[in-house]
């Protein structure tokens, strides 16, 4: 069997291809240095609509991201609930350590409301007076209130 010049090249070719090592790539310091994840933040208050005078529960939410996100470790608690009235909050905790130190996935709070309204409700994480991430919802009362 005779082969032409032209594939005799290409078979050899293939060959060294097919047998050539390969060297991996030089690792960066951002491969080595795994990138957090921020959790995502949901708020949701229940009941969303009632006649005043009326007990509303929010609960604030993280969902996914790393347990041990360090922004969000031990952080401060605002709830503003819409009529001028503010709850805050904030904890004693341990030196943040990685991989060690949790989050804390959910934040609960209630109101009562005295007055007919729409009223947003703003839940905030802070750290001294910076609010790393906020969430809102709306609820809507009816009634006279006194």
Request: charged share 25%.
């Given at each position: 069997?005779?082969?032409?010049?032209?594939?005799?090249?290409?078979?050899?070719?293939?060959?060294?291809?097919?047998?050539?090592?390969?060297?991996?790539?030089?690792?960066?310091?951002?491969?080595?240095?795994?990138?957090?994840?921020?959790?995502?933040?949901?708020?949701?208050a229940?009941?969303?609509?009632?006649?005043?005078?009326?007990?509303?529960?929010?609960?604030?939410?993280?969902?996914?991201?790393?347990?041990?996100?360090?922004?969000?470790y031990?952080?401060?608690?605002?709830?503003?609930?819409?009529?001028?009235?503010?709850?805050?909050?904030?904890?004693d905790?341990?030196?943040?350590?990685?991989?060690?130190?949790?989050?804390?996935r959910?934040?609960?709070?209630?109101?009562?409301?005295?007055?007919?309204?729409?009223?947003?409700?703003?839940?905030?994480?802070?750290?001294?007076?910076?609010?790393?991430?906020?969430?809102?919802?709306?609820?809507?009362?009816?009634?006279?209130?006194?």
């Amino acid at each position: 069997m005779t082969h032409s010049l032209p594939t005799t090249v290409f078979f050899a070719a293939a060959l060294f291809l097919a047998t050539s090592v390969s060297i991996p790539a030089q690792s960066t310091e951002k491969d080595e240095k795994k990138e957090p994840k921020r959790p995502s933040l949901s708020l949701k208050a229940t009941p969303g609509t009632g006649m005043v005078p009326i007990r509303v529960s929010a609960t604030a939410e993280f969902k996914g991201g790393d347990d041990d996100y360090q922004e969000y470790y031990c952080p401060a608690i605002e709830w503003n609930w819409g009529d001028g009235t503010v709850s805050e909050s904030a904890n004693d905790c341990d030196p943040y350590e990685p991989g060690v130190s949790q989050i804390r996935r959910r934040f609960t709070g209630s109101h009562t409301y005295k007055r007919a309204g729409a009223f947003r409700i703003v839940f905030r994480l802070k750290h001294r007076d910076k609010v790393l991430t906020s969430q809102t919802t709306l609820v809507r009362l009816l009634g006279g209130g006194y």
